[in-house]
């Protein structure tokens, strides 16, 4: 089968959805696929693994990004011959999509509040250009399906454009469990020392490249009502860092806080945490929970999000309702840091079961179900 996967940028440098593309790339080759990248760059490192389309991106503005990507990936891909064109950024002309990036239209409404600060932030350009391409997208004449990662965003495609179940897809993500696992935690003291953590305080980790939208915030609020002596949180990625420190040094948490920045190895640093915690506003499936649970480390995160649908409270990781909930977060904390050392063992040998059933074999096979069931429409229609 000739595959285009469509991801304006294609790298090992970035975050999970670049990544992403690239371990599905990787995975449909290994089946004997044709597979072609189409956008705006890919590292040259890659160019040796698959053919590389380029899409010219007008990058003026972050609306005439999105737009200018939209309209001329398609006229990159089309005629090109591809039994399927796969999109991971939002363009037109798509066999199939998957929900990777944030739901626009959902966004919106849970991160701004208020209907006058919502209604204004519609007049924005950027945000009335994404708008208009889902509405396209998840229109009657769009992709033929729609692959989602979790039941929240099956239910919110559902609630805002009508989509016909028929068209919905759920494929979770996926995780290597050989770069991600329990072995690390042989480096848990090397780790802790590299960064002047105590090694027997209780240590949280969060991860991201959004602070804000991922909820640090609350966290770090949480932290300082806990009940839990001496918790330690490590914030791997970049962000508003200077920000957060003074939020830190307010809440009394500066001394017990500790920004990483990027890391290229961040499996280790998961693997020298108590609990992974993610209380994000909203997101399609981070699949930072699924590596720190790879890693052997219980998940804290939110029903908001995707990820919620692989934890199992009190078994691999726990859900409170939403980031606001700042009590229930601190309860959740001091309830697991309160747990005997052989309920805490159970629950890190969970998590990783739960990881070694969301591989990236797994996905793409999946992924390559919608692939085939799509392709036998197409032929069935010309």
Request: net charge positive.
């Amino acid at each position: 089968m000739r595959i285009a996967l469509v991801r304006r940028v294609c790298s090992l440098k970035k975050a999970g959805a670049e990544r992403y593309c690239i371990n599905l790339m990787r995975q449909l080759k290994s089946k004997g696929h044709d597979v072609t990248i189409v956008g705006e760059s890919m590292d040259e490192s890659l160019k040796s693994e698959a053919a590389h389309l380029r899409v010219p991106v007008v990058r003026w503005t972050s609306w005439t990004k999105n737009s200018s990507l939209a309209r001329n990936a398609r006229k990159v891909f089309e005629n090109q011959g591809f039994d399927i064109v796969h999109g991971l950024s939002r363009v037109y002309g798509l066999d199939t999509y998957r929900l990777t990036d944030p739901l626009q239209t959902h966004w919106l409404n849970v991160f701004y509040r208020g209907p006058w600060t919502q209604a204004l932030q519609r007049l924005n350009p950027r945000h009335r250009t994404i708008l208009g391409i889902e509405k396209q997208l998840f229109g009657p004449q769009g992709p033929r399906r729609i692959i989602v990662q979790s039941k929240l965003d099956e239910r919110l495609l559902q609630e805002y454009f009508g989509i016909d179940p028929a068209r919905i897809r759920r494929v979770s993500n996926g995780v290597d469990t050989k770069v991600f696992h329990p072995d690390l935690q042989h480096e848990r003291e090397f780790v802790r020392d590299e960064w002047k953590i105590p090694h027997d305080a209780p240590l949280l980790t969060f991860a991201s490249m959004d602070f804000r939208r991922k909820g640090l915030a609350s966290l770090l609020t949480a932290i300082s009502r806990a009940k839990t002596s001496g918790l330690w949180l490590m914030v791997i990625g970049d962000g508003d860092i200077a920000r957060f420190k003074t939020m830190a040094q307010q809440l009394g948490l500066g001394d017990r806080l500790v920004f990483t920045g990027r890391q290229q190895q961040i499996a280790r640093l998961y693997a020298a945490s108590d609990l992974f915690v993610l209380p994000t506003i909203y997101e399609p499936f981070p699949n930072v929970n699924l590596e720190a649970m790879a890693c052997g480390v219980p998940v804290l995160t939110t029903s908001t999000a995707g990820g919620a649908d692989v934890i199992e409270p009190a078994i691999n990781g726990y859900v409170v309702s939403s980031p606001d909930e700042i009590d229930c977060l601190a309860d959740r904390i001091d309830f697991h840091f309160g747990r005997g050392t052989t309920q805490l063992k159970l629950m890190s040998a969970a998590a990783r079961s739960t990881a070694q059933r969301h591989t990236p074999e797994v996905n793409a096979e999946r992924t390559l179900a919608v692939f085939q069931e799509v392709l036998g429409e197409k032929k069935a229609a010309a």
